[in-house]
């Protein structure tokens, strides 16, 4: 009987513990136009309580996150807590259309979520139109009180957001794109921390600078936040560690050049090694795609020793746009830190297995018409065939129809396998009629509570051979292998790495070539999946998950928050 006091005594106060670390941190955002100066020009963008990027939001795993977004902006607006679990609160997640419909102009909605399982660098986001492009920030989960990262801590922990700047409304961009049928105008500049950098004309003051001490560690949280670009970043004269990606820790992996694809985050520790004086730092894009037109500009920003004189900085040598060789290796080298905070080891039962096949195609014009795409035809994409359309015209979102158990908004039928197997990666599909046009559809895969999948992620040459970023929301996933060409079993499962693999919630899946994720999903509702490259999205690039409520209370959705929006 002492025994059972002694340990309800400890049960309870480890409960107390937790409670007393854990706090409610509150914010508020407004959205709303401003009116910018940017590369000789002025420009209408729409920002976050005025800044861009907008402002960071700092809490520790286990608080629970309050946002009221007061949309002040003439757009619709939903915001996405990016990478975060959501665990029973997926009417917080955000996509428009998927788990609620849009906060109108002049309307507001509050986003509460409790952070759980989770630290390291996250972000935020538009998630509705092209509006991420300025509407963004970043998203840092700390330790819990009493608890430290996983190596020593770094003398100052700062944000580093790449951006990707357009002379021109975003939303008119998308716009016209939508109306032609062909892709939209390229962006006119790539930014850090919201800045040009000196490359580009009348920015030689709008370039982001960091103050370092020698011989102190510090580190970047570096974000993506670029719409369609995925971009190589060098700093001069100094290597990199990193030591997290999408906020799960990794087992360290020095490093001159990081890669980050749009969605993903990437911490590195920056040792302040070198002689005092400046050092660019820089990023531009890999390209994966030949022969398209893309925005080839360089951002950089200057770090700058303490003490160091006016000398004009180093610059970094960076690797050629279509480098593919160095990013597969930066890629392909990170690995899990087995056993680290929140590691969840990777599930040996398999449940179902998935083979999703993704890339561009076409769709039809319209009688006696023609469009701005190949063949004068529209750009499409599509998984499995089967190009996603978001329910917009429903009066339900996706997560309201699964909560009410109504029908008509989305059906289930999404394929686990390519309707018809081919050469996936073989540049002549492209003449194959039969298979370049993909239905529109608004399908899901239904899932069962708390099922293990496992997912081949292959990419198709219709069109272009691309590395395509993939995200899935609600979940993390274990990266097992990615190579070239076309996935083979017999052969690639051998290359598994079941012991220490790498976390991610957006995987880079490598151009021409394939990836295999394991998870559980383990989170009822509806969540999203999509390549995030915002010009694929609209397209059809995307499909969504189904999981079933749980047998329990704890593992049902509750119901939605008094104040979602209405259709």
């Known amino acids: 009987m002492g025994r059972f006091v002694f340990l309800q005594a400890c049960a309870l106060a480890l409960l107390a513990s937790s409670l007393a670390s854990a706090a409610i941190v509150e914010h508020s955002f407004n959205v709303q136009n401003l009116t910018v100066r940017k590369l000789c020009n002025e420009q209408v963008i729409t920002a976050v309580n005025g800044s ?31 990478g975060v679990f959501q665990l029973l609160s997926g009417w917080a997640d955000g996509p428009e259309y998927v788990t609620q419909c849009a906060i109108r102009p002049e309307n507001s909605y509050t986003y509460k979520f409790k952070i759980t399982g989770q630290e390291g660098t996250l972000w935020w986001h538009a998630h509705s139109s092209w509006l991420r492009a300025t509407v963004h920030g970043a998203l840092i989960i700390h330790p819990r009180s009493g608890r430290s990262y996983p190596f020593p801590k770094p003398h100052k922990e700062v944000p580093i957001l790449f951006g990707e700047w357009w002379n021109a409304n975003v939303v008119d961009v998308e716009n016209e794109a939508a109306a032609t049928g062909a892709a939209p105008t390229i962006s006119d500049a790539y930014t850090i921390n919201g800045k040009p950098g000196d490359l580009y004309q009348c920015s030689q003051n709008d370039t982001y600078k960091l103050t370092v001490v020698q011989g102190k560690t510090y580190m970047l949280r570096i974000i993506n936040a670029a719409l369609n670009n995925q971009l190589f970043f060098k700093i001069a004269n100094h290597n990199m560690t990193v030591v997290a990606i999408d906020a799960s820790h990794t087992k360290p992996y020095v490093t001159d050049v990081v890669v980050v694809a749009p969605g993903q985050t990437t911490d590195v520790l920056l040792y302040a090694n070198q002689p005092v004086g400046s050092y660019y730092m820089a990023a531009r894009p890999y390209l994966s795609v030949a022969n398209v037109s893309a925005d080839t500009t360089t951002t950089r920003g200057i770090i700058v020793y303490e003490g160091a004189t006016s000398a004009t900085p180093l610059m970094p040598v960076l690797p050629a746009f279509n480098d593919t060789p160095t990013a597969h290796k930066f890629y392909s080298n990170l690995t899990g830190l087995a056993g680290g905070p929140h590691w969840t080891p990777v599930p040996n039962q398999v449940d179902e297995h998935m083979f999703i096949t993704f890339g561009l195609n076409l ?3 319209g009688v006696n018409a023609t469009c701005g795409g190949p063949s004068q035809q529209r750009f499409s994409a599509s998984m499995n065939n089967e190009s996603f359309v978001l329910p917009s015209n429903s009066s339900l979102s996706m997560l309201q129809a699964f909560f009410l158990n109504v029908g008509g908004v989305y059906t289930t039928d999404f394929p686990s396998v390519p309707p018809v197997k081919f050469d996936y990666t073989n540049p002549n599909i492209s003449n194959d009629q039969s298979l370049i046009f993909a239905p529109k559809t608004t399908k899901v895969k239904k899932f069962k509570y708390n099922s293990t999948v496992e997912i081949v992620l292959q990419n198709t040459a219709f069109l272009a051979v691309e590395n395509h970023p993939i995200h899935i929301h609600g979940f993390n996933f274990h990266v097992l292998a990615q190579g070239f060409g076309n996935y083979d079993a017999a052969t690639d499962t051998k290359k598994f790495n079941l012991v220490n693999p790498q976390t991610r919630n957006t995987i880079a899946v490598p151009v ?25 999205l609209p397209w059809g690039l995307a499909m969504a998950f189904e999981v079933e409520n749980g047998p329990t ?14 259709c």
């Open 512 to 536: 021409g070539g394939w990836a295999v994720i394991r998870l559980q999903v383990n989170n009822p509702g509806i969540w999203l999946v999509h390549c995030h490259l915002d010009v694929h």
């Open 363 to 365: 769709e039809p014009c």
């Open 553 to 566: 209370l704890s593992s049902t959705l509750p119901p939605p928050p008094f104040d979602l929006p209405k």
């Open 52 to 82: 861009l990027p907008g402002p960071t939001i700092r809490v520790r795993e286990g608080d629970t996150l309050v946002v009221h977004v007061f949309n002040k902006s003439p757009y619709d607006i939903t915001i996405h807590w990016h």
